[in-house]
C-alpha cells in the first residue's frame, strides 16, 4: 500500500515595481528574515514598495492574496515598525476573483477584514493589460521560486475487480454514459458561466471603488489648491486693510497737527493785534508799517502751512483710493475662484457618474424596509436631494411614515406615557415593513395600544 504525501499550501511574497512588474520574489521566511533584519535590500532603499502576500496551492494557483505597503529606509532596511498579521488578512479576507482554482480570498484597501490596517494596503488594478491579478497568476504559474509540483495520481484498479459486462449491455451503457457526460459538461458550462459572472462583477465593483476614490482625492487636491489660493488672498486683504488702517491714523494725526497748527497761527495773530494796537498808541505811522510786515509774514507761514498740508491729505486720499481699488479687485478674484471651484467640482461628478453609467455601472444603495434600491442615473440627484422621501416612496408609504417606522424599526419599544409623564420604553415585536406599521398601534405595547383603542372608540 503506497502512502501519499498531503498536499502544502506555499506562502510567498512578491515585490511590484514602479512600471507595474514583478521585480522580486521570495518565499514567506525569507520574508521574515528580512522583517528581523538579518538582510537588507539596497535595491529598494529610501522606497516605499507594493508587496503582495501570495498563498499557493501545490498546483501553482494562488488561493489568496494580501496586498500592502512596505517602507525601506537608505540602507535598504524595512520599517522596524512594521507588523501585519498577513496569515490573520488572508483568512478573513473577502471573495475575490477566480484565477484558477475558484474564487481567491482578496485583502486590498477597498476590501479590508480589519479596519484599522487599510491605510497601510492598496488597491491591485484591474485594467486590461495592467492587471495586477493577471501578473501574479503568471508569475506564480512560471514557478521562478521552485515550488514543488504535485502531480495527480491516475487511480488504478486492480485486475481481480475488473468485470466483463454482457455484449447486449455494451452499447446500452454507452449511450447511457454518453447522456451523463452531455449532463455533466451542461452543468460544469453553467457553473463556469456563473462563476465568471461572478468573477465580472466583483472585478467591476473593486473598479468603482478604485475610481471613486480617485475622483475624491481629485477633489480634495482642488479644495486644497482653493484653500491655499484663499488663504493668500485673504492674507493680502488683510495686509491692506492693516496698511489703510495706518494710513488712516496718520491722516487723522497730520489733521490734528494742521489744527493745532491753525491755533498756534491764531495765537500769534491775536498776540500780533495787540502789538499792533500797542504801536498804534506811540505812531500810527510806525504802527502801519509794522502792521503791514506782521500781515505779510502771517500770511505768508499760513499759506505755505495750508498748501504743505494740503498736498499731505491729497498723497493720502490717492493712497486710500489705490488701497480701496486693490481690495475691491482681491474680493472678486475670490468669488470668480468660488466659481470656479463649484463649477469644477459638479462638473467633475457628473462626467464621472455618467462615465461609470456608459460602462454598465448600476448605482446600489441599502436602507431598511426597502432593501437594496437599483438608483438610475437620472434619479441620482433626486435621491442626493432627499434620500428618506425617495426610500418612501419606493415603499409606498409616505416620508413621515417611513421616518416613525424607521425610528420604531431601529429601536423597538413602546412609545406610550405612564401616568408620571414618562415613557413606557418596554420592548415590543418589531415590524419589518413600513406599509405594515401603524402608528400608536405598532409602537405601543399591549397596555397602551388597549388604551390607544378605546381614547379612538371614545
Not at 462583477?201 to 475610481?211: A, C, H, P
Not at 493745532?260 to 495765537?267: D, F
Not at 498736498?311 to 493712497?319: G, H, K, P, S
Not at 424599526?409 to 401616568?419: D, F, R, W
Amino acid at each position: 500500500m503506497s502512502m501519499q504525501s498531503k498536499p502544502q499550501m506555499v506562502e510567498a511574497v512578491m515585490f511590484f515595481s514602479e512600471r507595474g512588474g514583478i521585480c522580486k520574489q521570495m518565499f514567506l521566511p525569507e520574508f521574515e528574515a528580512l522583517l528581523d533584519g538579518v538582510v537588507n535590500l539596497p535595491e529598494f532603499a529610501d522606497q516605499q514598495m507594493r508587496v503582495a502576500y501570495v498563498l499557493i496551492n501545490p498546483r501553482l494557483m494562488i488561493k489568496a492574496l494580501v496586498f500592502f505597503y512596505l517602507d525601506f529606509d537608505e540602507k535598504g532596511a524595512p520599517d522596524s515598525g512594521w507588523n501585519m498579521p498577513l496569515q490573520h488578512l488572508a483568512e478573513k479576507a473577502g471573495r475575490g476573483p477566480d484565477l484558477g482554482a475558484g474564487p481567491i480570498r482578496l485583502a486590498c484597501r477597498s476590501q479590508c477584514p480589519v479596519s484599522w490596517h487599510q491605510m497601510h494596503m492598496w488597491d491591485p488594478s484591474l485594467a486590461p493589460g495592467q492587471n495586477d491579478l493577471i501578473l501574479l497568476r503568471d508569475a506564480v504559474k512560471r514557478n521562478v521560486l521552485g515550488i514543488l509540483i504535485e502531480e495527480e495520481a491516475s487511480q488504478v484498479v486492480a485486475p481481480e475487480r475488473l468485470q466483463m459486462a454482457s455484449e447486449d449491455r455494451w452499447y446500452t451503457q454507452e449511450q447511457a454514459l454518453e447522456k451523463a457526460e452531455a449532463e455533466r459538461s451542461g452543468e460544469k458550462h453553467d457553473q463556469e458561466h456563473r462563476l465568471k459572472t461572478a468573477q465580472l462583477i466583483k472585478q467591476q465593483r473593486l473598479r468603482i471603488s478604485s475610481l471613486t476614490r480617485q475622483h475624491e482625492e481629485e477633489l480634495a487636491k482642488l479644495k486644497l489648491v482653493h484653500d491655499e489660493q484663499s488663504k493668500g488672498l485673504q492674507a493680502q486683504i488683510h495686509g491692506l486693510h492693516q496698511a489703510l488702517q495706518q494710513q488712516e491714523a496718520l491722516n487723522a494725526s497730520l489733521k490734528q497737527e494742521l489744527a493745532a497748527q491753525a491755533q498756534s497761527l491764531q495765537r500769534s495773530r491775536e498776540e500780533m493785534t495787540k502789538q499792533i494796537q500797542a504801536l498804534e498808541q506811540h505812531g500810527r505811522s510806525a504802527s502801519d508799517g509794522l502792521r503791514a510786515q506782521l500781515e505779510s509774514e502771517l500770511q505768508a507761514k499760513v499759506a505755505s502751512a495750508v498748501i504743505e498740508y494740503k498736498e499731505q491729505i491729497a498723497i493720502r486720499d490717492v493712497e486710500l483710493a489705490y488701497h480701496g481699488e486693490q481690495e475691491a479687485r482681491l474680493k472678486e478674484e475670490i468669488e470668480r475662484l468660488k466659481r470656479e471651484r463649484d463649477e469644477l467640482a459638479s462638473q467633475g461628478g457628473g462626467q464621472v457618474l455618467e462615465r461609470l453609467a456608459k460602462l454598465g455601472v448600476v448605482f446600489v444603495v441599502y436602507h431598511p424596509g426597502a432593501g437594496h434600491l437599483t438608483i438610475a442615473l437620472q434619479d441620482i440627484a433626486a435621491y442626493q436631494d432627499n434620500p428618506m422621501a425617495y426610500v418612501a416612496a419606493k415603499c409606498y408609504v409616505s416620508e413621515e411614515q417611513y421616518r416613525q417606522w424607521l425610528a420604531h424599526y431601529q429601536q423597538p419599544c413602546c412609545e406610550g406615557l405612564l401616568s408620571s409623564g414618562e415613557r413606557c420604553a418596554i420592548p415590543i415585536d418589531r415590524v419589518d415593513t413600513p406599509s405594515r406599521f401603524i402608528m400608536g398601534d405598532s409602537n405601543c405595547c399591549a397596555r397602551h395600544k388597549a388604551s390607544s383603542r378605546l381614547r379612538t372608540v371614545s
